[in-house]
C-alpha cells in the first residue's frame, strides 16, 4: 500500500490507506490527535484549521496525499495544560476561549499571524481571522488575546 | 445528607464577608481553560467506544401525511445492520416536555419535514449513511400548513381545535380609556424570522448499557435531567437504570436544551436493540435542517401617548409559529409576551399572543428565548413614535422608562435593582448619540457622500430565571462535598457549554468558604453524581444555582465552624474540619435547595405578578454606515451598558456581552433561513451566514451593578439580555441613515435596495 510520509508535529510519520482520506480524519483517527475539530465538514467554519507548511488551510477539505512530503502542526503541537504556550496563555487571561470547539482552529490561525510578523492592529487581526467562525466571543476577547500574545512575543521573543 | 434551609439566597451571605479572598469580582482564567486550549477537553466526537456502531437517521421527506410502508431494498446488506423504529420502543413513544406530544419516531403519521422515522447503525459511518439511500418509504402526503398566515387560518387544521398551542393575555387598566386618552395612537408591525443557533459544535450522544444493566448516554448538552426524564419513559426505566452525563459541550444557546433528549433517544435506542455502544454525531446540513430554531414572529403594535410622549395604552399582539409540535413553544410564548411592553412602564396594556401549529420542525430554545422577537417589535416602534411625535426616541424612552417603584403590565412592583435609566443614560453618553444623530442628519443631506452614516438605540430587560411559578416547580438542588482529605467540590447538573458556570460557581463558593479559587473543583454534570439543579437555561444559573451554592457553602462553613469551634481558616483547618465532619465516610455533602422567597406571588391562570425575581436591562447604542452602491451595512462602533447586578467575573461577563451582541448583529443583519415546502434550503454554513470576525464591529461595554439583595453577591441574569438589544438599535439606525423604516429581520442589502427603489431615480 501507498505509504505517505509527512511530518506532523514535528515528528517524522507514515500513513498507509486511502490516499483520499480527509486530512481531519487521519489526524483523528489515525494518529489520536482529537484536538483538531470539525464543524462543517465544507471549508466554511475553520474549526478544523491546521497549518500545513506553516499556512493555515481547512483539514476537512484536504486528502490526505496533499501532505506527502510536507509539515502538519496541529493544536496538540502547542503547550499542554500544564504549561501552556505563550499564545494559548493569552487566549486563557483574555477570554479568548469559551465553548472551546473552534479554539484548536482559532489557535492555528492566529500561530500562523503571529509567526508571520503579523501586525497588532484589530482590524487586520480580524481580517486574518475572518476564516474562523465562532459563535460564542463574539471575537474580541480573540482578537484581544492574539495582541497580547504579540506583546509577549516582542517582549520575550518566546516560541509561540 | 444535611439540608441546608434557609431561603435559597440570601443567608449564607454575611460568610462572604469572613475570610473574604477577593475572587468575586475579578477575572481568574477558566476552569477548563486549559483543556480546551490544548485540545484535551473531550467533546463527544472525541470519545473512542470499544465495538461502537455508527448511527443515522431516515427522516420524512414529506411536510405533512400518513406513512403507508416503509421498505428496505435487500440490494443493501442489512445484515450488518441493526434498525430501529417506533415499536422498538420499549416504553412511551414521546419526548418528556410540556404537552409530550412529539414522539420519538414518527409512527404511522408524520407532522414535518426531517422528522425521524427509523434509526439505522452500522460499524461503518459512511456504510450508515450509504444504507439511508436503501430505505423506501410510501406516504399519503396530505396538504401541509407551512405558515403562520395559512395557520390562522385554519382552514387546514393540523393542531387540536384551531392549529392553537398556547394562548396568553395580559391586561392591565383599560386600554379603552387609554386610547381614549391619548393624544396621538401610533400602529406599526414587525416580523422576525427563524434564526439557527449555529453552535459550532454539532449535536452529538453516545449510549451503551453498562456492565450493571445501567443505560448510559454521553454527550453534548444543556439540560441532563431533561434526557434522562425522556430516556425513563422511552424504556420505562427508573431512576437508577438511566445514567446520562455531559460531554464538553461546544455552544449551546438553547439549541441544546430540548433536543438533545430526542438524538439521546435514538442512540440509546439502537445501543439497546444491538447490544453495543451507538454514536451519533450529526452532521451541519442535519443539525441545521432537522434540529430547532428561534420562532418567526409576527407583532403588532397600537400605542397611545400624550402630545408629550408618554405612554397612556399599549394594546400589543403577538403570533409566534411553533413547528409541528408544541415542543416549548408555550414557555417560549410566555417570556416573548411578558417582554412585549419593553422596559416601560404604562397605566393601560393588553398583550394577546398564540403559537400555532406549522408542518415545520419544531422551533424551540434560542437565547432569549421569545424576548428578542418582541423586544424588537416595540423598540423599533418607538423610532415610528418618535416620527410622529418629532421627538428624538431618547427622550421618549426616559420619560417611560422602568425605575425602582414602576408597575410592570403583569402588575408586579419593582422595588430593587432597575438600572435600565443607568444603562440608557450610559450608553447615549458614550456612544454621543444625540451630537451624531445631528451630525448624521448633515452628512446624509449631502448627495455627494458615497455612504449613508445612522445611529439607532434600544433599552431591553430580561427577567432572570423560569418565569412565575417555574422555579418553585423546579425545586433544584445543589450541593458541596467536602472530602476527607479535605476537598472541596462542587455538585450541580448547571452544565459548562462555554458561558463560563464553571468558573463562576466555583467563585461563588471560594468566596463563601473563603478559600483560594483553585481549591474548588467542579463535577461533571452526571444525573448518578449529581443533584438536579435545574435545567442550564432562562440566565439562571449563576444567580438561581449560584445562590444555592452560597447556601450550601454557608452550611458546611458553619458546620465546619461548630466542629472546630471556629471558623477553618487555612488548608490545615480545613482538613481537621473535613475529618470531623465526614467521620468515617469518603466525603459529606451539603446540599441547598430552591425555596421562594416569600414577597414573590404569581397567578398562574390569571397571569399577574411577580413574573420573575427580578429583572436585568441593558442599552445598546449601533452607530454603522449604509453603503448607497451595494447597500452593504457595516458596523463601525456597538457601545452598551448592561445592568447585570454585579459581574462574579467581569472577562466572563463582557465575553457573554460582547458574544450575545454578535448574534444579535446576525439576527439583525445575516441570517435568513430559506423555507421551501417546510425545510431549510440553506442548511449550511456556507448559505446562512453568521457573523465573521470582520462583521462584527469593536464593542464599548460597560458593566452596571445595581445589585439584586438575593442574588449571590447582588448577581442578577445575564446570558441572554445582550442577545435582545442589538436588532432594534440596528434597525433604527438603518432607519437613521436612509430614512427607510425596515419592520422585517434579517435587513438584508436587497431589502434595503428595495424600500428604497421607488425614491430614488
Known amino acids: 500500500m501507498l505509504a505517505i510520509r509527512l511530518t506532523l508535529n514535528r515528528k517524522k510519520q507514515i500513513y498507509r490507506g486511502n490516499p483520499f482520506k480527509r486530512l481531519i480524519d487521519v489526524l483523528r483517527e489515525n494518529f489520536e490527535l482529537t484536538g483538531t475539530k470539525e464543524g462543517c465538514g465544507e471549508g466554511e467554519c475553520g474549526a478544523c484549521t491546521v497549518l500545513l507548511d506553516g499556512e493555515p488551510v481547512n483539514s476537512c477539505l484536504i486528502p490526505i496525499c496533499h501532505a506527502d512530503g510536507r509539515r502538519v502542526e496541529t493544536v496538540e503541537s502547542l503547550g499542554s495544560p500544564g504549561a501552556l504556550s505563550p499564545l494559548q496563555k493569552s487566549f486563557w487571561k483574555e477570554g479568548g476561549a469559551q465553548c472551546g470547539i473552534c479554539t484548536p482552529g482559532m489557535l492555528m490561525t492566529a500561530l500562523a499571524w503571529v509567526r508571520r510578523g503579523g501586525s497588532g492592529d484589530p482590524d487586520a487581526i480580524r481580517r486574518y481571522l475572518g476564516g474562523n467562525l465562532c459563535r460564542c466571543t463574539g471575537y474580541q476577547h480573540i482578537v484581544n488575546s492574539v495582541i497580547k500574545a504579540l506583546k509577549m512575543k516582542t517582549t520575550k521573543a518566546a516560541r509561540l | ?761
Open chain 2, 1 to 761: 445528607m444535611p439540608a441546608a434551609g434557609h431561603n435559597f439566597l440570601g443567608t449564607a451571605a454575611h460568610f462572604s464577608t469572613i475570610n473574604a479572598v477577593g475572587v468575586v469580582g475579578t477575572s481568574p482564567g477558566r476552569k477548563e481553560g486549559p483543556q480546551k486550549l490544548c485540545g484535551v477537553a473531550k467533546y463527544i466526537d472525541d470519545f473512542v467506544f470499544p465495538g461502537c456502531l455508527w448511527g443515522v437517521t431516515f427522516r420524512s421527506s414529506i411536510a405533512y401525511g400518513l406513512i403507508k410502508k416503509i421498505t428496505l431494498d435487500p440490494a443493501f446488506p442489512w445484515e450488518d445492520c441493526v434498525v430501529a423504529c417506533a415499536k422498538d420502543i420499549p416504553g412511551n413513544n414521546f419526548v418528556s416536555l410540556i404537552e409530550n406530544d412529539q414522539p420519538l419516531l414518527a409512527d404511522k403519521k408524520t407532522m414535518h419535514p426531517m422528522e425521524p422515522i427509523l434509526l439505522v447503525a452500522h460499524t461503518s459511518r459512511h456504510r450508515a449513511y450509504e444504507a439511508l439511500n436503501y430505505i423506501r418509504a410510501e406516504y399519503e402526503c396530505k396538504e401541509p400548513v407551512l405558515s403562520l398566515e395559512e395557520s390562522l387560518a385554519k382552514k387546514r387544521v393540523i393542531y387540536g381545535r384551531d392549529n392553537v398551542f398556547k394562548k396568553f393575555l395580559i391586561k392591565k387598566g383599560s386600554v379603552k380609556s387609554g386610547f381614549a386618552q391619548a393624544d396621538v395612537i401610533v400602529e406599526g408591525e414587525y416580523r422576525v424570522p427563524h434564526q439557527e443557533q449555529a453552535y459550532i459544535e454539532n449535536n452529538g450522544m453516545a449510549a451503551y448499557v453498562d456492565k450493571k444493566g445501567v443505560l448510559t448516554v454521553v454527550g453534548s448538552m444543556q439540560c441532563p435531567y431533561y434526557v434522562q426524564k425522556t430516556l425513563k419513559q422511552i424504556f420505562n426505566l427508573p431512576d437508577n437504570r438511566v445514567r446520562v452525563a455531559q460531554a464538553v459541550t461546544g455552544g449551546g444557546f438553547g439549541g441544546k436544551e430540548e433536543y438533545p433528549s430526542i438524538l439521546a433517544g435514538h442512540a440509546a435506542l439502537l445501543a439497546w436493540k444491538a447490544k453495543r455502544p451507538v454514536k451519533m454525531i450529526y452532521d451541519r446540513r442535519e443539525d441545521m435542517a432537522a434540529t430547532t430554531k428561534r420562532h418567526p414572529a409576527w407583532i403588532k403594535h397600537k400605542t397611545g401617548l400624550t402630545r408629550a410622549g408618554r405612554l397612556v395604552a399599549q394594546e400589543i399582539d403577538i403570533v409566534m409559529d411553533g413547528g409541528a409540535y408544541a415542543t416549548l413553544s408555550s414557555v417560549v410564548l410566555s417570556r416573548g409576551t411578558i417582554h412585549a411592553t419593553g422596559p416601560y412602564e404604562c397605566p393601560n396594556v393588553r398583550v394577546r399572543s398564540k403559537a400555532v401549529a406549522t408542518n415545520t420542525p419544531p422551533n424551540g430554545a434560542f437565547r432569549g428565548f421569545g424576548a428578542p422577537q418582541t423586544l424588537f417589535a416595540v423598540e423599533l416602534h418607538w423610532e415610528k413614535i418618535a416620527r410622529v411625535l418629532r421627538k428624538d426616541s431618547l427622550e421618549l424612552r426616559q420619560l417611560n422608562l422602568l425605575k425602582t417603584g414602576s408597575i410592570t403590565a403583569t402588575g408586579q412592583t419593582l422595588s430593587e435593582s432597575v438600572g435600565a435609566e443607568e444603562a440608557l443614560q450610559i450608553t447615549a453618553k458614550k456612544s454621543d448619540y444625540l451630537r451624531k444623530k445631528k451630525r448624521y442628519a448633515r452628512w446624509n443631506r449631502d448627495n455627494s457622500r458615497d455612504k449613508w452614516h445612522g445611529i439607532g438605540l434600544a433599552v431591553v430587560h430580561h427577567g432572570a430565571g423560569f418565569t412565575g411559578s417555574g422555579e418553585i416547580s423546579l425545586a433544584s438542588r445543589a450541593a458541596i462535598s467536602l472530602t476527607r482529605d479535605g476537598k472541596i467540590q462542587i455538585l450541580a447538573s448547571s452544565t459548562e457549554i462555554g458561558q463560563g458556570a464553571n468558573t463562576v460557581l466555583a467563585q461563588i463558593v471560594s468566596e463563601t468558604l473563603g478559600i483560594p479559587f483553585d481549591a474548588v473543583s467542579v463535577k461533571t454534570p452526571d444525573t448518578h453524581k449529581v443533584p438536579d439543579s435545574g435545567p442550564t437555561v432562562a440566565s439562571r444559573t449563576c444567580m438561581v444555582v449560584g445562590g444555592l451554592l452560597q447556601c450550601a457553602a454557608g452550611a458546611l462553613k458553619s458546620h465546619a465552624a461548630k466542629r472546630l469551634g471556629r471558623f477553618p481558616k487555612n488548608a490545615k483547618d480545613w482538613k481537621t474540619a473535613a475529618v470531623l465532619l465526614c467521620g468515617k465516610k469518603p466525603e459529606r455533602r451539603f446540599e441547598a435547595g430552591y425555596k421562594k422567597p416569600k414577597e414573590l406571588l404569581w397567578d398562574d391562570p390569571a397571569y399577574r405578578g411577580d413574573a420573575y425575581g427580578v429583572y436585568s436591562y441593558a442599552a445598546l447604542a449601533a452607530d454603522l454606515e449604509v453603503d448607497k452602491t451595494t447597500y452593504a451595512v457595516r458596523i463601525r462602533k456597538i457601545t452598551t451598558a448592561q445592568d447585570i447586578g454585579k459581574a462574579i467575573h467581569p472577562l466572563l461577563a463582557e465575553g457573554q456581552i460582547i458574544g450575545g451582541i454578535a448574534q444579535g448583529i446576525g439576527y439583525a443583519l445575516l441570517e435568513n433561513s430559506v423555507f421551501k415546502n417546510g425545510v431549510m434550503q440553506n442548511s449550511q454554513l456556507t448559505n446562512y451566514m453568521i457573523p465573521t470576525s470582520v462583521d462584527v464591529a469593536p464593542t464599548d461595554v460597560t458593566i452596571v451593578e445595581n445589585p439584586y439583595s438575593r442574588g449571590p453577591f447582588g448577581a442578577k441574569g445575564l446570558g441572554e439580555l445582550p442577545m435582545n438589544a442589538p436588532a432594534p438599535a440596528i434597525a433604527a439606525a438603518i432607519y437613521c441613515a436612509t430614512g427607510r423604516m425596515i419592520t422585517e429581520l434579517p435587513i438584508l442589502p436587497e431589502k434595503i435596495a428595495k424600500s428604497l427603489e421607488f425614491t430614488q431615480k
